[in-house]
């Protein structure tokens, strides 16, 4: 029987990944990712969850355990936030490259200097082109889908998996979620089965220094170098979002819910106006875009994005064709540039005959305050906007929120 | 294990584990350990190696020198690395020895707080360090135990800061077993291999490999320039096992001389130390003295 429970966001993601019975948890504390390894290790000392428990020292160590489980056959888990997922970059690059299937859940908080340790994007953000496999929970519950269906995902496609979620908004805040039973979720995500597992039987030499040009094996059998090794990645990166809806189809039918793993649309049927966003945030836009159609009779919807890389191109520009305008608002921004995902979806939009007009409005960094009037005003105005702006104004980020 | 038989050139197994032809340069210390080592070590073993020599050594995609499974890993992250692959043996319910090989670079700059908190955690692998006393894979640039005085292309006038004594430094998180070792004493580092497979735990073993192209010496030296460093009481071979220390044969019986051979006699066989002046040989000198005082006190008393 699945179990229904209120609790935390990080004891969901920790009872999902009981359930999906990682073998090996590495961690290092960082807040506010803290609590979800507590109770790994909680649940792995009660004996509730049988698992190596890895109290490494630093987030770079964290993830080179779950590289050496991963690589000899064991299925891993790691978790961090900001600085600690900075800390492990060189180590993300390096199991994407090594094609090591293992999820890690990134409870999403800004980066120092100065520093927060308060919920934004940017850490997430600034990892984007690291080969791994992004995105982003709305609510507790799917913290618990995502994370299970991330692991299969992951060991389909050989590529790694983060699952964002954000920092105290959904971390630490109580809902109500469902557990699926341990029995059902066996079926759904079967033992790991790596094949090419480190071991004496089978010696293979894994990650070895590579030339520039493709070379003859010992069978005279030429063999990809590293850009065909990395073209791979990026060509099964991309197939992945396919993977990726099967997954959630198969999960729907088991468990009874999905049915939206990339875009989850919220009162776009009959909409001129949407909004785009990422994380527990599109969950706020529902309530601002009932309010503008209910006052203004603004006809506006949600578009959720559930996962940022792959970035689904083709599927996000098919499903803006039909809007007067877009609004994406994110936690996060390239520096001098704009929203990173606002420049990815005016790019995806970019070879499509329609190009509504798009707004980009950043907000929350830090943990500023998101407040719903002030959501709805920008929203308000971003619709109501005539067509009189110059492409500079129109293509600037507006901060949302700013104090000063 | 005291009554362990002693390695010798008849015992030793004919297997190789090394494919005739890798990458090393010729002279060099680390594939002499390496062939010999594995021996040692055998068949089941998982290496887990940072970017060194040794990467290059073991070829390049897709054609490896060597028989063993290896996990090549980031720099900083050897022991971390290790920690993971044993922890998947746990799991499977597998004895395979988990081995890091990394270089003193990998060990005593980039890869120490690894290293430590694998310490701290006295995980049980067999952690290897071959000291060639700087990144000589990159070009002999300095590293933290690259000796007083010693040129490298980075340290173009002598390196003026003393060397980071690693064994030191990892006996001060009492691990189960520390051994020195020395390339041109491969049985030695033979039987140290064997004994410490046997132990549980954090294993480490530090091996002085001299280096032709860093040190400044003929490929055909490499041997005798160990051996010096050895008699001349520069560089010991010794075990600490349970917090004792106890010095190895060539190492041990260097406590019967009153006098021991100049450390000028190592120093003029290599390019590296001739910026050193007499003062800073004679200090080097002293220092020695001293320690052998105290090594004699130390032992001759048991």
């Known amino acids: 029987m699945s179990k229904k429970l209120i609790d935390s966001g990080n004891a969901a993601a920790a009872m999902a990944v009981q359930l999906a019975a990682a073998e090996v948890i590495a961690a290092y504390p960082i807040t506010p990712q803290t609590p979800l390894t507590e109770k790994l290790s909680e649940l792995i000392a009660a004996g509730e969850m049988d698992a190596e428990y890895v109290a490494v020292e630093s987030e770079h160590s ?33 199991a994407a490259g090594g094609r090591l299937p293992m999820v890690m859940c990134v409870v999403n908080r800004g980066i120092g200097a100065p520093w927060s340790v308060w919920n934004d994007h940017q850490d997430a953000i600034s990892q984007r082109d690291t080969g791994w496999i992004q995105i982003f929970a709305k609510d507790h519950q799917e913290i618990v889908d995502m994370t299970l269906k991330a692991f299969r995902l992951a060991e389909l496609v050989h590529i790694p998996v983060m699952v964002n979620y954000d920092g105290y908004y959904l971390s630490h805040t109580y809902m109500p979620f469902e557990l699926p ?16 597992t480190l071991s004496p039987e089978h010696p293979e030499s894994l990650n070895t220094v590579t030339l520039p040009d493709a070379r003859n094996d010992i069978n005279g059998v030429k063999q990809g170098s590293y850009m065909d090794i ?24 088991r468990f009874g ?24 945030i599109a969950n706020q836009f529902r309530d601002v875009v009932d309010r503008l159609r209910q006052d203004d009779g603004l006809k506006i919807g949600v578009l959720a994005l559930q996962m940022y890389r792959p970035f689904p191109i083709a599927r996000i520009a098919e499903a803006l064709q039909s809007f007067k305008g877009v609004m994406v608002c994110e936690k996060g921004l390239s520096y001098g540039n704009q929203g990173a995902l606002y420049a990815d979806l005016k790019s995806a939009l970019y070879p499509y005959p329609a190009r509504p007009r798009l707004h980009n409005f950043i907000t929350g960094l830090g943990g500023r305050e998101i407040r719903t009037d002030d959501l709805y005003l920008a929203l308000k105005t971003a619709c109501l906007q005539d067509d009189l702006t110059t492409p500079v104004q129109n293509d600037t980020p507006q901060w949302i929120g700013l104090q000063l | 294990m005291t009554n362990m038989t002693k390695t010798n050139v008849i015992n030793l197994t004919d297997e190789e584990f090394i494919y005739p032809g890798n990458r090393a340069c010729s002279g060099c210390g680390l594939s002499i350990l390496y062939r010999i080592g594995l021996k040692a070590l055998g068949r089941d073993c998982i290496f887990v190696v940072p970017p ?11 054609i490896a020198a060597t028989q063993m499974p290896i996990l090549n890993g980031t720099f900083a992250s050897t022991a971390a690395i290790a920690t993971g692959v044993r922890a998947a043996m746990k799991r499977l319910g597998k004895k395979t020895q988990v081995v890091a090989w990394a270089g003193d670079g990998g060990t005593s700059d980039i890869g120490i707080q690894a290293l430590s908190g694998a310490l701290e955690r006295n995980e049980d692998i067999i952690y290897i360090c071959y000291d060639n006393e700087a990144y000589m894979n990159t070009g002999v640039q300095r590293s933290g135990t690259t000796p007083q005085g010693g040129l490298t292309t980075t340290t173009p006038y002598g390196k003026k800061e003393t060397s980071k004594n690693v064994p030191d430094i990892v006996a001060a998180h009492n691990p189960a077993y520390i051994a020195t070792c020395s390339a041109s004493y491969p049985l030695d580092f033979h039987d140290k291999l064997i004994k410490a497979k046997e132990i549980s735990g954090l294993k480490y073993i530090h091996i002085q490999t001299p280096c032709p192209p860093g040190w400044g010496c003929d490929e055909r030296m490499t041997v005798k320039i160990g051996k010096m460093a050895i008699e001349c009481g520069l560089f010991d071979l010794y075990e600490i096992e349970e917090g004792k220390k106890k010095l190895s044969e060539p190492s041990a019986k260097l406590l019967k001389k009153s006098k021991l051979r100049p450390v000028q006699d190592y120093l003029n066989m290599q390019t590296r130390f001739k910026a050193l002046s007499k003062e800073q040989i004679a200090a080097m ?18």
């Open chain 2, 285 to 302: 000198q002293e220092r020695i003295d001293q320690k052998w005082e105290g090594y004699r006190e130390e032992f001759a008393a048991k």
């Open chain 1, 230 to 253: 990395r073209h791979n990645l990026h060509q099964e990166m991309c197939l992945a979002m396919d993977v990726w809806e099967e997954i959630d189809a198969d999960f729907q039918q």
């Open chain 1, 62 to 94: 964290a993830l080179a355990v779950c590289i050496g489980a991963a690589s000899a056959g064991v299925r891993p888990f790691t978790a961090t936030s900001s600085n600690g997922l900075l800390y492990m970059s060189e180590q993300l690059h390096w």
């Open chain 1, 181 to 196: 039973e341990a029995a059902e979720v066996r079926a759904f995500l079967p033992d790991y089965d790596y094949k090419h």
């Open chain 2, 52 to 62: 060194s020599c040794l990467t290059v050594m073991q070829g390049l995609y897709p």
């Open chain 1, 257 to 280: 819910r999905g049915g939206a793993p990339i875009l989850d649309p919220y009162c776009c049927d009959d909409a001129e106006f949407v909004v785009v966003a990422m994380g527990s």
